[in-house]
């Protein structure tokens, strides 16, 4: 894995951080509900995420169908009460499929003022892309490639057959068994930090990767 500088870095921190104004601040009463869809896809698909605020949870799975559960909470502040911005996204959950792409959240302006954490089940060969403003991160056990961007929170990565590029400018990441070819972990940070690759002790023949930037970042990946 290698450091490209950082201008790398501009454009998704821009896009994160108008993410983060667009969620609003979590204050005021709040009114809380869920929704869950299930979608009958042909693997390979590919899957894009993106949430303003709100955990996501992505797992690979053998039924060969996606799964999305979204738990919803939404805040007393902005344009309409926290009832009606609800009900519009629990009768209408942000979720769309195109062919073999799945794309989940994408438009964030209809998630002002709204917290969506989701649980996501997807086949094993399934390509992830993801961006949060502000929530934690779990991917795991599928194929890849694997794109994860955070403006705050942690990425948590395993079993990742195919490369995994995770990038968070506030939080922690892990990544176990992942291909580490064309893999690159980072935690942005202005100042460059320290990088260091040694092997994994518990997981033999595994090779540990990790850059960090002012945070903790790491990993064991493929040979």
């Excluded at 450091?3 to 969620?23: K, N, Y």
């Excluded at 502040?77 to 073999?100: A, H, Y």
């Excluded at 580490?180 to 540990?208: F, K, M, N, T």
Aim: proline share 4%; hydrophobic share 35%; charged share 25%.
């Amino acid at each position: 894995m290698r450091h490209r500088g950082s201008g790398l870095t501009l454009g998704f921190a821009i896009t994160l951080i108008g993410a983060m104004l667009v969620a609003g601040c979590a204050v005021g009463p709040s009114v809380s509900g869920s929704f869950d869809r299930t979608l009958t896809v042909t693997a390979p698909i590919r899957l894009e995420v993106g949430n303003a605020s709100g955990d996501v949870s992505i797992t690979g799975s053998a039924d060969g169908k996606v799964h999305v559960h979204g738990d919803v909470k939404s805040y007393g502040m902005g344009f309409g009460s926290p009832k009606d911005r609800l009900n519009e996204i629990v009768t209408n959950p942000p979720v769309e499929q195109k062919g073999d792409v799945i794309r989940i959240g994408k438009d964030l302006t209809r998630v002002r003022n709204i917290s969506i954490a989701y649980v996501i089940e997807v086949p094993r060969q399934t390509e992830v892309s993801t961006m949060v403003a502000s929530g934690s991160q779990m991917i795991r056990d599928v194929r890849g490639p694997v794109k994860a961007e955070a403006a705050s929170g942690s990425i948590n990565a395993d079993h990742i057959e195919r490369s995994a590029q995770l990038m968070t400018m506030s939080g922690s990441i892990d990544a176990k068994k992942y291909w580490r070819g064309h893999s690159r972990i980072q935690r942005i940070r202005q100042r460059a930090g320290i990088e260091y690759q040694r092997r994994c002790e518990d997981q033999l023949p595994l090779r540990q990767h990790a850059r960090e930037f002012g945070g903790r970042a790491r990993g064991c990946g493929y040979r």
